[in-house]
């Protein structure tokens, strides 16, 4: 079965620092990856994923993660923080397995101190 | 462009109860799909579809129910509501499959008393 562990249930950083959140899945087969946000109130919205092809994809608001397949990791990466981003954020991982099932990690919410 | 929209927003419900919670959606998308989310928890699945008159559980499908008869729209049903079912739902869906972007409604909130 496949899972997605997020690593710290809430980060804080200053805003102009680094923004790093930690996402690692087990999967017997390479899935398709995902970091979704939340903004307080309303549903998820897509910030980026990974399918086939290079290994960091880059997505909105200049955020970008990487897959490494010998970590089974997927870390979501920002150089430098806005108070806008202070959200809540899932990374999430599907793969056919008769069906498309995305399983979503627990999430991380993002604080961003002035 | 409305995309996936959820009714209603709020609910509180007495133990025992049953609801309707709805899903519709004007992208043309194959694949629906139900999730709660608890504090913590992130999301989890309760249902998913992946086309007209498909459904299948997905991790947590106990106390639900839900029908896929047309492409656009994804009942869920609460038959007997019970306390662990206070949640915030969230109802999501694909073009095909699991690559392409999940697209969310803004959730219903549901409160069982």
């Known amino acids: 079965a496949q899972s997605v562990t997020q690593l710290g249930s809430h980060v804080s950083v200053s805003e102009g620092a680094l923004v790093l959140l930690r996402c690692n899945y087990s999967s017997s087969v390479p899935p398709y990856l995902f970091w979704y946000v939340q903004y307080p109130n309303q549903g998820l919205q897509l910030l980026l994923k990974?399918?086939?092809?290079?290994?960091l994809v880059k997505g909105i608001n200049g955020f970008e993660a990487e897959f490494k397949k010998s970590e089974t990791s997927f870390h979501l990466t920002k150089p430098s923080a806005h108070m806008s981003d202070a959200a809540e954020y899932f990374c999430a991982v599907s793969r056919n397995t008769g069906g498309f099932k995305t399983i979503f990690g627990a999430g991380t919410r993002l604080f961003v101190k002035a | 462009n409305a995309g996936v929209t959820q009714t209603p927003k709020f609910r509180i419900l007495k133990i025992g109860q049953s609801m309707t919670l709805q899903c519709a959606q004007d992208m043309n998308h194959n694949y629906m799909y139900w999730y709660r989310q608890d504090p913590g928890m992130g999301l989890k699945l309760i249902y998913y579809s992946v086309g007209a008159g498909i459904t299948d559980k997905g991790e947590v499908p106990n106390g639900y129910n839900v029908s896929r008869s047309t492409t656009e729209d994804f009942p869920l049903r609460l038959e007997l509501a019970a306390p662990s079912q206070t949640s915030v739902y969230f109802c999501?869906?694909?073009?095909?499959?699991?690559?392409?972007?999940?697209?969310f409604g803004q959730g219903t909130r549901l409160t069982v008393v």
């Open positions: 990974y399918t086939t092809g290079a290994t």
């Open positions: 999501a869906s694909t073009a095909d499959g699991g690559n392409t972007e999940a697209f």
